[in-house]
């Protein structure tokens, strides 16, 4: 009897090591990654992913960015067809329902837009947008602000210009968003 006691003591020792190992392997071991799970999300992926009816910037600022970001990536990033329109889709959603009524064509003057400046090898190397919240007024009922951003232009290897734009921004009646009506090239001395 005691040689039962005495392997049974053993199997019950060796079962709690290998309970133990196996708690300690878990809980150390790094998880391996697959490949699904190490993809890491390009600015064209973030872009073409951007759903604005779910999901619309939460101030004049963010919209100026969206916009100033996916330009950016239009200009210099790699994509499909599919994804250029998808970008651009975007970008029209951004803008006021005043703006697109004047440019049946919007689309397709960006589409261009964006083919030649990339055959010219612009890109925009870096945006700023303000980062203070912009004065709100009304005009025709309307909420109207301003949104200046600072858009840096490179030509090649000939240098970069700044930009300053001034976007005037509209608050849409119904849903409260803030839409893109137009913007102007301001002066950077102007206040």
Same mark, same amino acid.
């Given at each position: ?24 392997? $878990?809980? *150390?071991? /790094? ?7 190490? +993809? ?7 872009? *073409? ?6 999901? +619309? ?5 963010? $919209? ?10 239009? +200009?210099?990033?790699?994509? /499909? ?46 945006? $700023? ?30 240098? *970069? ?31």
């Amino acid at each position: 009897m005691k040689n039962g006691a005495v392997i049974k003591a053993i199997v019950m020792t060796v079962l709690a090591a290998i309970v133990v190992l196996g708690l300690y392997m $878990v809980f *150390t071991r /790094s998880k391996k990654v697959g490949p699904e799970e190490s +993809y890491d999300m390009s600015v064209v992926d973030e872009i *073409t992913t951007t759903d604005l009816e779910k999901n +619309y910037p939460a101030s004049a600022r963010k $919209v100026v960015e969206l916009y100033a970001k996916t330009m950016q990536a239009l +200009y210099k990033e790699q994509y /499909s067809d599919k994804q250029e329109d998808t970008m651009i889709a975007v970008v029209q959603g951004l803008m006021d329902e005043e703006l697109l009524a004047g440019n049946s064509s919007f689309a397709q003057s960006i589409k261009n837009e964006v083919k030649e400046r990339r055959e010219g090898d612009y890109s925009i190397s870096a945006y $700023v947008v303000q980062s203070k919240e912009p004065k709100e007024v009304s005009v025709n009922g309307r909420k109207m602000c301003n949104v200046d951003c600072l858009i840096n232009l490179r030509y090649a290897s000939n240098g *970069t210009t700044a930009n300053y734009y001034q976007f005037i921004m509209r608050r849409e009646k119904e849903t409260g968003n803030w839409k893109i009506l137009g913007w102007v090239i301001k002066d950077e001395n102007d206040d």
